[in-house]
């Protein structure tokens, strides 16, 4: 396959991710409308300036996204489309990227990586599995190859995440003069549980992200449990060639504060006050209805504070905001359902002509969130694990009253905000109950102070800075 650029016209500076930062959709009459998107990297990549010669290769997610591809000839998708960011979108074949994404990455990876097998049924690694694992050696040498022959000499490669665990070591081998780093969004399991996996599976993931230069994590721990991983699974003084780096992303204040004080936040805001009612406090949960994200502990810890405390019944709504994530997999629309139903079992039971103890809403809203994030008294982030979580970062950045943070001690957050927040258990719901009574129990000032600090945490690494870090570390490497 050719390059789309000639020579002297290739990048200096590669992010390769599995989503990229537009998408397309195709209405009734054939014309395609782009999307941007938004989060860390796209901050970070603009950061770099257009003069940086850098680009972009994702995979194309839906038909939309596939159509765009097949217009743009397969070469850099129209500048205008990703806010002049030039962005080379791969149209994988479906079955391909359906077996690489769903069967392994959501199905396998992140079920290792957040611990949420039920182990005495699954996993089970059976010929099925192996024809998925195949695929997503395709996945990643399509995105090997593209970034092989869009990259100039020594250029940087930036590596994203679960879905692209191969790309490092595909990518050395033919590419060897380029500069390599992998980054992981994700917790990394501990051995121990790592170790579920395949012994050669083990190893290709760990090999192909040890192609790097440099692997980087959100947190230490994290780190701590990769490094642990190659020395159990490949043996000791499996790491030398690979540097290993620790980069917690923070929230972006300049953008939340921001884009929360525009009109349709506002409306947003109007609208949960009227479902809230005059004079009740908030806790607020904004999350997608995703396993690890723990939603039905923290209802049932809800519940447990209106039983134990009688006396913030009619006083305090639960915002609880549920997303729905991967509804093609069975196993995420069982646990949606399972949100839903105990959020009206709770509403049933507690529930006044006046007052609703849980207001839950499941379509995706942006501003929604963030009129919820500047009403919220308590902000409750309960994971059974995440990489980092910037929703226990966001709120307190955005919060108008200042707000409580109740943080499960298994977020990645946790390292950078535990002194400032109620700190739990997240499989202990009464822990969690006693923790939420707490914080709404603060006095103003002493939550105003908690919400100073949970801040200034949360925005110490911003998305912009965050990106840049791993991109001068990278460079550093090959110059010292």
Request: some cysteine; glycine content about 8%; hydrophobic content about 45%.
């Amino acid at each position: 396959m050719a390059s789309t650029q000639g020579a002297a016209e290739r990048a200096q500076v590669l992010v390769a991710s599995n989503r990229g930062p537009v998408s397309y959709t195709v209405d009734d009459s054939g014309s395609l409308h782009a999307r941007r998107g938004g989060g860390g990297l796209v901050s970070g990549l603009s950061a770099i300036g257009p003069d940086a010669d850098s680009l972009w290769v994702c995979a194309a997610l839906g038909d939309g996204d596939r159509e765009a591809v097949r217009r743009a000839g397969g070469g850099l998708l129209p500048g205008e489309d990703a806010g002049g960011q030039r962005v080379r979108m791969l149209d994988i074949e479906a079955q391909v990227h359906s077996d690489a994404y769903n069967g392994i990455a959501n199905s396998v990876l992140w079920f290792v990586h957040h611990m949420l097998y039920q182990t005495p049924l699954e996993p089970v690694f059976d010929a099925g599995f192996r024809r998925q694992w195949a695929a997503y050696e395709a996945y990643n040498r399509a995105f090997a190859e593209a970034l092989a022959e869009e990259a100039a000499e020594q250029a940087a490669v930036l590596v994203q995440d679960y879905h692209l665990c191969l790309v490092p070591g595909m990518l050395r081998e033919l590419r060897p003069d380029l500069r390599i780093g992998h980054f992981s969004h994700t917790p990394w399991a501990p051995p121990e549980y790592f170790r579920l996996l395949p012994d050669d599976i083990a190893a290709a993931l760990l090999n192909g992200i040890l192609g790097a230069d440099r692997a980087a994590f959100l947190t230490r721990r994290w780190a701590d449990a990769f490094t642990a991983c190659c020395t159990a699974v490949l043996g000791p003084g499996s790491l030398p060639g690979t540097a290993i780096g620790v980069h917690g992303l923070g929230a972006d204040a300049d953008f939340l504060r921001k884009r929360a004080h525009e009109p349709d936040v506002d409306e947003r805001m109007a609208a949960l006050r009227e479902e809230i009612g005059e004079g009740r406090r908030t806790v607020v949960r904004v999350d997608r209805t995703e396993l690890s994200k723990n939603i039905v502990r923290g209802l049932l810890a809800y519940r447990q504070l209106l039983e134990e405390h009688p006396e913030w019944r009619e006083r305090v709504v639960h915002l609880a905001f549920a997303y729905p994530s991967r509804q093609d997999l069975a196993v995420y629309r069982d646990y949606t359902a399972a949100v839903e139903r105990v959020a009206e079992e709770i509403n049933s039971a507690f529930g006044t002509a006046g007052w609703t103890p849980v207001v839950l809403h499941v379509k995706d809203d942006f501003a929604r969130s963030l009129a919820a994030y500047r009403l919220a008294d308590v902000a409750l982030v309960n994971p059974i694990r995440d990489g980092m979580n910037l929703v226990a970062k966001e709120v307190p950045v955005v919060s108008d009253q200042g707000c409580a943070l109740v943080l499960s001690r298994e977020a990645g957050a946790y390292e950078e905000l535990r002194a400032h927040a109620f700190v739990v258990n997240p499989y202990d719901v009464l822990e969690t109950a006693r923790a939420l009574h707490e914080a709404l129990s603060l006095p103003p000032e002493e939550r105003a102070d908690r919400t100073k600090r949970l801040a200034a945490a949360a925005t110490a690494l911003p998305p912009a800075q965050w990106f840049l870090d791993q991109l001068q570390a990278l460079r550093d490497l090959q110059s010292s």
